[in-house]
Each structure stands twice: as C-alpha cells, then as structure tokens.
C-alpha cells in the first residue's frame, strides 16, 4: 500500500471571546487548543479509527484535514500535494476526492430539498453529469444504499425518514462522486444499536468497491475494532497511541487507552491487576495541563509526567505510545 494522506504537526487553535472591557486592557488573548501538534498518515485503501472522549479534538481533526475549517498550523499532504495553502479553485479540484458523512444526517441535509436531489446536487456542483444523467446515478445509489424502490425514496423529504435511513443518505451523498477519501464522524452514534451493524457493513462494501481510505472518528471502542485497521487514541488534542488495532486492543501502552478499553470489558478480557481506575474530568483546553496532559488523572504520573511532555514512540511494530510509564503486560 502507498500512503494517501499525511498531516504533520496540525494545530487548530480557537480564539476564546474577549469582552469589551478585556479588549481594552489588552488583556492577553486565550485560545482553546483543540487540536495541539499532531502528526499521523493514512495508507491507501485504510480504515483510521480516531477515538477518545467528547471534546478531545477527533471531529476538529476531520474537518480541518478537509479544510472545513483552516488549520492554524500544519500540513496536510493529500497524494503528495500539500493541500494546506490552496486557494478555493485549486481545492475544489481535489474537494471532489475528499468527502465527509456526518454526525447528524438531518442537520446535514436541507429540509426543503428532496432526498434525490440532495445525493445528485455533489455531481452538479462539480460539473460532472448534467441534471438527467445525475437524477438517473441518484436513484442507482439510492438502490445500492439500500433505499427500495429508489423512485419513491426520490421524492421524499429527510422529515420523511428514520435515523438510518438518513444515515444512508448521507453515504450516498458521499460516494457518488466516487471519492478517494472520507472522513466519516461517528457515523453510527446517532443509530439505533439494532441498525449499526448494516451502516458500518454498507461503508465496508463502498471501502472494497472504490478502494476507500477512511478516517473513522468514533469514540466506541467496539465500533472501531469491527472497522478500523489502525487505531489512533486522542487526548485533550493530542495523539497519545496509534498503531494496528489487534495490538492496540490486546496491548495497549497508554493509561488512558487501557482505561477506555476497560469501559467495555467484552471486547478485551483482562486481569484484575491491570484494572486501573481513571478519576476527574477532562482538563480545561485553554489551560491544558503542563508535562503529559493526562498526568492529573493517571494513576502511574510522577514528576517527570507533570514536567515533561512525552513524545510518541515506537514501542511494537507500527504501534507507537507518548507515555513516559506505558503499560506492560
């Protein structure tokens, strides 16, 4: 396999609102990091699982290797170009490779426009079918997604559909164009259980057919074992273990991957010496802890943790850990 996507050092800093009175002292400006010096690659025809807890960055990661929102520091190499600094033309060339299935599917469609017209609309934009051709690959992904008959589903409204069956419509939307890359963001969360299982085998289907590169952003464990060939683990906007999802889940290096792991005890059976116990919230982004961010909740943190930020390592074949103390079996 050759590699599709790299970022290197990505940052996404979001300005915090000052008010009138701060801004006329010059107070100091303060930023929430929600993404803060990550470096990671994709190879072609992979699946990225990125997990971690609501708020650690994964879905600002997503939108910012698409340029839904611009990064404030990084690169972002797609296929050997480096997307970061192109202009609006230049990147809608390379938009149409480079799609996204959203969270919400009913925040993500327009209520005023119909389901066919909404799949057909990314072949519009990009001028590659005209309205008859596109209305005709509609109804054709509309059957492959699993929406029978497809000249019904056509016509309907979003208003008009279940969870997954919107769900599915925000994939077809998707794929249609045929795309190298998706970035899909908790793409089964706001399904019912009973439903998951066909919505992640309809993404794996599309994977084999088109040859699809994938980061799947997730904060279920489970989830990611069934799709995911790496895992990447997110911390408070850091990356804190990557490497191939088997030894991720049957070895995992950091505390806070091991914690995660624990909180679904019927994907890894392990024994009681190595339960640890994760306490506290999650650390403010604007103020994140100095040293390892991870120290005010970890169990194993000394003095080197609390001073020293630790650097991603190579600790197993393509399994890399930024922890100063990792877990061993």
């Not at 596109?134 to 409204?157: I, S």
């Not at 190579?314 to 399994?319: A, F, P, R, T, V």
Request: charged residues 30%; glycine residues 6%; proline residues 6%.
């Amino acid at each position: 396999m050759s590699e599709l996507l790299r970022v290197e050092h990505l940052k996404k800093y979001f300005p915090v609102k000052r008010s009138i009175l701060e801004v006329l002292t010059k107070k100091e400006e303060k930023f929430v990091r929600a993404v803060d010096d990550i470096s990671f690659s994709i190879e072609r025809g992979e699946t990225l699982a990125l997990i971690g807890e609501s708020g650690c960055g994964k879905t600002t990661t997503g939108r910012v290797i698409l340029r839904l929102i611009e990064p404030t520091e990084g690169k972002i190499i797609f296929d050997g170009i480096d997307i970061t600094k192109l202009g609006k033309e230049q990147l809608r060339e390379i938009r149409k490779r480079m799609q996204m299935v959203f969270q919400d599917p009913y925040a993500s469609l327009s209520p005023r426009m119909k389901i066919g017209d909404a799949i057909a609309h990314p072949l519009l934009i990009h001028g590659l079918a005209d309205k008859e051709e596109a209305k005709e690959l509609a109804l054709q992904m509309l059957k492959r997604v699993g929406l029978t008959p497809e000249d019904e589903f056509y016509n309907r409204y979003p208003h008009h559909l279940s969870g997954g069956q919107r769900q599915r419509v925000v994939i077809a939307r998707a794929m249609i164009l045929k795309p190298d890359f998706v970035v899909a963001d908790e793409a089964v969360s706001m399904i019912d259980v009973s439903m998951r299982a066909s919505i992640l085998e309809l993404l794996e289907s599309f994977r084999e057919e088109y040859n699809l590169t994938m980061l799947f952003i997730t904060h279920d464990i489970a989830v990611a074992k069934l799709i995911a060939d790496r895992i990447a683990v997110m911390y408070l906007g850091k990356i804190v273990e990557i490497g191939p999802t088997d030894e991720v889940l049957n070895n995992p290096a950091h505390p806070y991957t091991l914690a995660l792991i624990q909180a679904v005890p019927s994907i890894v059976k392990r024994e009681k010496k190595k339960m640890i116990e994760i306490t506290g919230e999650v650390p403010n982004a604007v103020n994140p802890p100095s040293g390892c961010r991870f120290h005010p909740r970890c169990p194993f943190a000394d003095e080197l943790c609390k001073t020293k930020e630790p650097e991603l390592i190579e600790i197993g074949k393509n399994h890399f850990v930024a922890c100063h103390h990792p877990v061993k079996d």
